[in-house]
């Protein structure tokens, strides 16, 4: 399959920045986002993006976003890339409604980083046309991708995403369906690890992030990485990873479900373990 038309829906972060890079591969893509306002921040954060990488010798910026379509609904394609809420209710409810509208033949994707596909898949009647593709962020810069089958995931379900993945340019890295697959599973509790740090006055995030970035050679510090992930969406991936393998070690840190009950999110509240 060549997925000419792409439907992505969640115009965030995330989904901005897939809708970039596929429509930057030659695709035509709609970008469908319920939250008001939310495809045009996405496409305002796309030029952004696409004008940064034109000085570097990118596409033209003009020419990506002439092949993206903002719509209002969701709507037939040969591909769906969910990025909405790290929210299994919300995304189950989404292939439902999208299982009912895409072709029979459309495969159904998700880009959720630590929810099972399995469980996606099963509230479909095309099981085998579901399957994970974990893209990291930022999507434009970073190349892996996390091809995640289902139970019920064909073959040739598997085999199309992970060319679809090197046709825009990624390493597609194939892992089996266990809740936080693998990057979330090892990255998560590293977090949570730094947050413990800080809760027991170990050290200051500052001090923690540059014994990361300098002792470890990690690009970016541990706290940093969790204000740009969005500390609510971290709490989201651990909950998931604490119900779904039953073992305390990944229960959030006390410190970061206090930071989000008090909206402190990270870079997209304004403030989080850094104020930005």
């Given at each position: 399959m060549d997925f000419e038309h792409v439907l992505v829906v969640g115009a965030g972060q995330m989904g901005g920045g897939i809708a970039q890079v596929v429509?930057?591969?030659?695709?035509?893509?709609?970008?469908?986002?319920?939250?008001?306002?939310?495809?045009?921040?996405?496409?305002?954060?796309?030029?952004?993006?696409?004008?940064?990488?034109?000085?570097?010798?990118?596409?033209?910026p003009d020419e990506v976003l002439a092949r993206v379509a903002a719509v209002d609904a969701l709507v037939p394609a040969d591909l769906m890339i969910e990025a909405v809420v790290e929210d299994a209710a919300v995304k189950e409810d989404l292939f439902r409604r999208a299982d009912g509208i895409l072709?029979?033949?459309?495969?159904?994707?998700?880009?959720?980083?630590?929810?099972?596909?399995?469980?996606?898949?099963?509230?479909?009647?095309?099981p085998d046309r579901v399957i994970g593709m974990h893209f990291f962020n930022p999507v434009?810069?970073?190349?892996l991708v996390e091809v995640i089958r289902a139970l019920q995931t064909s073959d040739e379900t598997a085999a199309a995403i992970t060319k679809l993945a090197e046709d825009l340019?990624?390493?597609?890295?194939?892992?089996?369906?266990?809740?936080?697959?693998?990057?979330?599973?090892?990255?998560?509790?590293?977090?949570?690890?730094a947050a413990y740090a800080v809760l027991e006055g170990v050290a200051e995030p500052e001090a923690i992030d540059t014994i990361a970035k300098l002792g470890f050679a990690h690009p970016m510090g541990p706290l940093a990485l969790a204000d740009l992930i969005g500390l609510d969406t971290c709490v989201a991936i651990m909950d998931v990873l604490h119900e779904g393998l039953g073992n305390p070690k990944y229960a959030p840190c006390p410190l970061l479900s206090q930071y989000v009950h008090a909206g402190r999110l990270g870079r997209k509240s304004g403030r989080g373990f850094y104020t930005y």
């Open positions: 429509a930057a591969s030659g695709r035509r893509v709609s970008l469908y986002d319920a939250l008001p306002g939310a495809t045009e921040r996405g496409l305002a954060a796309m030029r952004k993006s696409l004008e940064r990488l034109a000085e570097k010798g990118g596409a033209d072709p029979d033949g459309a495969i159904l994707a998700s880009n959720t980083s630590s929810i099972p596909i399995t469980s996606l898949a099963a509230v479909t009647d095309r434009p810069v970073l190349k340019g990624k390493v597609p890295a194939h892992v089996n369906d266990f809740p936080g697959f693998v990057s979330n599973r090892i990255l998560m509790p590293f977090i949570n690890e």
